[in-house]
């Protein structure tokens, strides 16, 4: 799938079936931290285990897409091991990070940047790392639960990368994501799936994507990356004008449903990178941006206030 060409190439590539893939689509970098767990197992497991997870990410084919190598989708998995339950159960801190690029320039903007605190799962050196679409809970929900959670955040991934690209381009990723809610594992210790686990959850980040009431969080995806970001070489002011757009959309969602996961979770890992792009507008612009921002980015308000002066 050609993700940085132009908008016609894109569809005319999204549009075509019964292509061969060339690559996969994901290029992840792995890693596991294993320093705060006391244990007197072999630390060399913990080294199998991002291996194995590595393979996993990059080399399963998530789509029936094809993607050139250059194309796959840059980002990354920290799996933090916070302590250990009972033998070989271990409790982590998940953070994910995604980035896409910007059309003619080589930078990377933001995508993703979650940090999934409900991680618990079984792992022995050299089990099998293996993850069924139709299975997912699979035969030991504890040992099941890695792989379902790091393929909903792929799927996740997947999807809003779509997304910025073409309008509800991500719909068929999120109903993967999706189906790993309805059919996640459960079992003792296992949280992150369920309405009631919290505010901030798998669940929820699914529900808000899958949901038509939220339908201009699609748009606002698009509207921030493929008709802002992307112009930016062509068109600062353009650029501007579009993000100002998606926050408007994204403004209308949060008055209609407040606390929404969606709308920080857009957020996260993106103020720098719109403070760079308003700090050369007119005050006018500087203005509107920075009151829709300090509503809807209230944990970086005060940069917002004081940045976009």
Not at 25 to 54: C, G, H, M, P, W
Not at 131 to 155: H, Q
Request: glycine content about 4%; aromatic content about 12%.
């Amino acid at each position: 799938m050609a993700r940085i060409f132009t908008l016609t190439t894109l569809w005319l590539l999204l549009l075509c079936t019964g292509r061969h893939a060339q690559a996969q689509e994901i290029n992840a970098r792995v890693t596991v931290l294993y320093n705060q767990v006391a244990t007197t197992v072999d630390r060399k497991v913990f080294q199998t285990l991002q291996t194995s997870l590595t393979s996993f990410v990059n080399k399963r084919k998530w789509t029936s897409d094809a993607f050139e190598a250059g194309e796959r989708i840059e980002c990354s998995f920290l799996i933090n091991l916070t302590g250990i339950k009972e033998p070989n159960v271990y409790q982590a801190a998940l953070t994910v990070q995604a980035a896409r690029p910007v059309y003619n320039t080589s930078y990377l903007s933001p995508l993703v940047n979650f940090q999934d605190n409900d991680l618990v799962f079984r792992y022995v050196e050299f089990q099998p790392v293996e993850f069924n679409d139709n299975r997912v809970s699979g035969n030991e929900p504890l040992a099941a639960n890695l792989t379902a959670v790091l393929a909903f955040y792929v799927y996740t991934i997947l999807a809003l990368d779509y997304d910025s690209f073409a309008p509800r381009g991500g719909d068929p990723n999120f109903q993967k994501a999706l189906n790993i809610v309805n059919g996640a594992p459960d079992g003792r210790g296992i949280s992150g799936w369920k309405p009631f686990d919290g505010l901030r959850n798998r669940y929820w980040l699914s529900e808000n994507f899958v949901n038509n009431r939220y339908a201009l969080l699609h748009d606002a995806w698009y509207t921030y990356y493929r008709l802002g970001m992307d112009k930016m070489y062509e068109n600062e002011k353009e650029t501007r004008e579009q993000m100002i757009n998606a926050f408007n959309m994204l403004n209308t969602v949060n008055e209609a449903t407040p606390n929404l996961m969606a709308i920080p979770f857009f957020f996260q890992g993106k103020s720098d990178e719109i403070v760079r792009v308003f700090r050369k507008a007119d005050p006018g612009e500087k203005r509107r941006a920075a009151e829709l921002l300090q509503k809807l980015d209230i944990t970086n308000a005060a940069k917002y206030k004081q940045e976009l002066k």
